[in-house]
């Protein structure tokens, strides 16, 4: 009889793919970041360090952790620490203020809070009212820090902890990931190791990634799109060069020629700012042989010129939501023929377009698209009424299908295209945005009477927001004070760009505000 | 104005939105407080050479010099000698 060792067991689990790239490639680079290149055998080490300890912490199996923290290797090994313990990681942005964490800590009942000591100012407070934190890291030096319920993630990281013994399955849940929701308050949106890993085989076969690719990584780890440039890069024992953000392109730049990056994965903000540096100074990346886009349409005119900077490349056009991680890609071949459009279901999956009547639609008739397949969500956190409304009964008894939300027209080659959104989501810099979110935090500034926002073209970012507003008669409001309020309240990138005060606003007739005509 | 005041009333009144001048330590890391995102650095390397009538090449376009107001002020003047 063979050796067990030589059994070969199949993938369930997603930490599982960590383990396997550290064993058949233990000295090789796993993330390039901070200047410091990690080995996936010192990766391994850290993140089997940290679960341990997370574990003489009381972290159970389905325990909620939050992670708040930037792109770095602290974050990546937080991640892969909370799921070897049986635990699911809650990404949030580090953007993200204190009152919409507080929102997050409580919606999903964290039992640890992982975190950065520049973030200090916003999770501190929080701390002594989430009754039900367990444990508390932070990373960097947290020497001044008087707390002593805090502790050092570094500390936790490099001390040597017992070897795990992990129930867990693959229907378990492996990540909360909050997104924006049309009624203001972020869905946690859930995801198991089943459906996560199935989407990352998904994604690689289709990307044609390899365990030679040296992916780079600028979106944030707390939005699915950068989340998953990890996860593929871990699963394939390649290499993931992680930098914060695109603040800084010339930093980027100097990474893509020193780490030779092979993959690209960007947003339209962050191609139209290529576009214009690559105007102020010409500049090429030969090594880069896939450049990704989803989050927004990639404007057709600009193709062409990210051919120039990246004529090496395949340029992938996709479409997704985090229900579902993505929902199809076109292939890169087809870039030129298919101008408009966003492909096919990635493989493994299906999709369908139902138009008003409910039946199918024919090519080129408009209506909402429907996605099936082992990637779909298994719901929102804490919300069953919600996640009734987005997955729906299949034609298959007991199995859920997921409503995009999003019009879609087929062509005769079955070729997607993307119409528009059933609600008023905003879709700025490649993130959701509920104007009621930010008509809440508008509405609360004193002698605000009355709010709309609304999203309009913007060349750079998608959509800009823009916000009306009403003050009360005999008040002195000044765009400056509203603006104040968001910058406070929001995250960067729901901050308006546009603010224009009115007498009033266009209502329907039961009263409501009317946003028809408001641009 | 010096340099340092021009520098300090663009930020405060483009991404933080106030004249509060508390609001802004001249050695606040933007990228640490969340201050810039990538959308806002070109718009920052425009002012700057608009205002000071100097070129800024892309590979300038670091942290070191531009991540606090203590980096502008340090970089524009090492630019203008």
């Given at each position: 009889m063979k050796e067990s060792m030589d059994i070969q067991r199949p993938q369930r689990l997603l930490h599982e793919g960590l383990f396997q790239s550290a064993k058949l490639y233990p000295k090789k680079t796993a993330i390039a970041a901070e200047g410091k290149a990690t080995s996936y055998a010192e990766f391994e080490e850290m993140v089997r360090n940290l679960a341990g300890y997370l574990q003489e912490q009381g972290i159970e199996r389905g325990d909620r952790c939050v992670i708040f923290m930037d792109n770095t290797l602290a974050c990546a090994v937080s991640i892969y620490a909370i799921l070897a313990t049986g635990a699911v990681f809650v990404i949030v942005n580090p953007q993200t203020k204190q009152d919409k964490l507080a929102y997050i800590l409580a919606d999903c009942g964290a039992s640890a809070l992982i975190s950065d000591v520049h973030l200090q100012r916003v999770f501190d407070p929080l701390i002594a009212k989430t009754a039900t934190l367990k444990c508390i890291l932070v990373s960097g030096d947290i020497s001044c820090h008087e707390d002593l319920n805090i502790i050092s993630f570094e500390a936790a990281s490099q001390t040597a902890a017992d070897a795990l013994h992990l129930a867990a399955i693959q229907k378990d849940l492996s990540a909360l990931i909050y997104t924006s929701g049309s009624t203001g308050d972020p869905k946690g949106v859930m995801h198991t190791h089943l459906s996560m890993t199935f989407a990352l085989g998904s994604l690689i076969e289709y990307l044609r990634l390899s365990v030679e690719d040296k992916i780079l990584l600028v979106l944030p780890l707390a939005f699915d799109y950068g989340l998953y440039q990890l996860l593929m890069s871990v699963q394939l024992g390649a290499t993931l060069v992680m930098e914060r953000s695109f603040t800084y392109p010339a930093i980027i730049f100097q990474r893509i020629r020193e780490h030779e990056v092979t993959v690209f994965p960007g947003v339209p903000t962050i191609f139209s700012l290529l576009i214009s540096m690559n105007r102020r100074e010409p500049f090429t990346f030969p090594s880069i042989t896939r450049v990704t886009n989803t989050a927004a349409t990639l404007p057709a005119h600009q193709i062409p010129v990210l051919k120039e900077i990246f004529p090496q490349a395949l340029i992938y056009k996709m479409y997704g939501l985090t229900e579902c991680k993505r929902v199809c890609y076109l292939e890169p071949e087809l870039i030129d023929v298919k101008l408009s459009s966003v492909g096919k279901a990635i493989p493994g999956t299906e999709v369908f377009i139902l138009n008003k009547q409910g039946e199918p639609a024919k090519p080129g008739e408009i209506g909402m698209l429907y996605v099936r397949g082992t990637h779909i969500m298994l719901g929102y956190w804490n919300a069953p009424e919600r996640t009734d409304k987005v997955l729906v009964d299949s034609a298959l008894p007991g199995e859920k299908l997921l409503c995009t939300g999003d019009w879609f027209k087929m062509d005769e080659d079955g070729d997607l295209y993307f119409q528009g959104r059933s609600d008023d989501i905003i879709k700025t810099r490649g993130e959701k945005v509920s104007p009621v979110e930010v008509e809440n935090v508008v509405a609360s500034v004193t002698g605000v009477r009355e709010v709309a926002v609304v999203g309009v073209e913007d060349e750079i970012l998608g959509e800009a927001i823009k916000c009306f507003v009403a003050p009360e008669q005999g008040v002195e409001l000044t765009v400056k004070d509203v603006r104040k309020a968001c910058v406070e309240k929001l995250e960067n990138f729901m901050v308006p760009k546009y603010f224009e005060f009115v007498g009033s606003l266009p209502k329907t007739n039961t009263g409501k505000i009317s946003k028809k005509g408001l641009s | 104005?010096?340099?340092?005041?021009?520098?300090?009333?663009?930020?405060?009144?483009?991404?933080?939105?106030?004249?509060?001048?508390?609001?802004?330590?001249?050695?606040?890391?933007?990228?640490?407080?969340?201050?810039?995102?990538?959308?806002?650095?070109?718009?920052?390397?425009?002012?700057?050479?608009?205002?000071?009538?100097?070129?800024?090449?892309?590979?300038?376009?670091?942290?070191?010099?531009?991540?606090?107001?203590?980096?502008?002020?340090?970089?524009?003047?090492?630019k203008e000698d």
């Open positions: - | 104005m010096s340099t340092e005041e021009k520098i300090r009333a663009f930020i405060l009144e483009n991404y933080l939105f106030t004249d509060d001048q508390s609001e802004l330590k001249n050695d606040d890391s933007f990228l640490d407080q969340g201050i810039l995102d990538s959308t806002g650095i070109l718009e920052i390397i425009f002012f700057i050479e608009d205002e000071f009538k100097i070129k800024i090449k892309d590979e300038e376009m670091i942290p070191d010099n531009l991540d606090s107001v203590d980096k502008i002020v340090a970089f524009v003047h090492r």
